[in-house]
T-cell receptor, first 120, second 110 residues
Framework: GAVVSQHPSRVICKSGTSVKIECRSL??????MFWYRQFPKKSLMLMAT?????????EQGVEKDKFLINHASLTLSTLTVTSAHPEDSSFYIC????????????????FGPGTRLLVL | DQQVKQNSPSLSVQEGRISILNCDYT??????FLWYKKYPAEGPTFLIS?????DKNEDGRFTVFLNKSAKHLSLHIVPSQPGDSAVYFC?????????FGEGTQLTVNP
């Protein structure tokens, strides 16, 4: 099946610094990628939808200046947490849609393994 | 406002028995429902889905049931195997957006 990678798998940073998380589709071209955030024992919350070559669409309540998303190529999207604070500590997970499969979106959405961010 | 809820954070069953995972939703605009399976250190993977126009979909050992009037869906796994031990997420689709439940940790004991 399709593979989506994320890097790094975990990161610890100091408060006030910025952290970049990469999401790559390894064997397909993804015109659309999604970024989710998951708190402990909570559901995956969609943060934004990233379309290649255009601006990301952010969900209500997500600060676009805080969480910068760039989808510069068909295989790479990045999420940058700017001026990170302890409350940004969370599990961030991306997914990429393989448009070539033509099925319903949820069935062709492949998830990365996630990135654990800890802000001290 | 949690539109998709999985009220059981964990479930433990014996190998060979049936596992039943439940999910409730509140948004009547959802038109497609999915179950994902997640192993530790891996992303969720698609397992099975059902359209809102159906009430049952079966794929091997996995069957999803949808009760629209009750806004409830369930995933049945029979017979359960130790390799089925994972976190199961239900999700609902409205257009291109997926809304996830909190997940249920299933443990299948040998």
């Amino acid at each position: 099946g399709a593979v989506v990678s994320q890097h790094p798998s975990r990161v610890i940073c100091k408060s006030g610094t910025s952290v970049k998380i990469e999401c790559r589709s390894l064997d397909f071209q993804a015109t659309t990628m999604f970024w989710y955030r998951q708190f402990p024992k909570k559901s995956l919350m969609l943060m934004a939808t990233s379309n290649e070559g255009s601006k990301a669409t952010y969900e209500q309540g997500v600060e676009k200046d805080k969480f910068l998303i760039n989808h510069a190529s068909l295989t790479l999207s990045t999420l940058t947490v700017t001026s990170a604070h302890p409350e940004d500590s969370s599990f961030y997970i991306c997914s990429a849609r393989d448009p070539g499969q033509g099925a319903r979106i949820g069935e062709t959405q492949y998830f990365g393994p996630g990135t654990r961010l800890l802000v001290l | 406002d949690q539109q998709v809820k999985q009220n059981s954070p964990s479930l433990s069953v014996q190998e060979g028995r049936i596992s039943i995972l439940n999910c409730d939703y509140t948004n009547s605009m959802f038109d497609y429902f999915l179950w994902y399976k997640k192993y530790p250190a891996e992303g969720p993977t698609f397992l099975i889905s059902i359209s809102s126009i159906k009430d049952k979909n079966e794929d091997g050992r996995f069957t999803v049931f949808l009760n629209k009037s009750a806004k409830h869906l369930s995933l049945h796994i029979v017979p359960s195997q130790p390799g089925d031990s994972a976190v199961y997420f239900c999700a609902a689709s409205e257009g291109s957006r997926l809304t996830f439940g909190e997940g249920t940790q299933l443990t299948v004991n040998p």
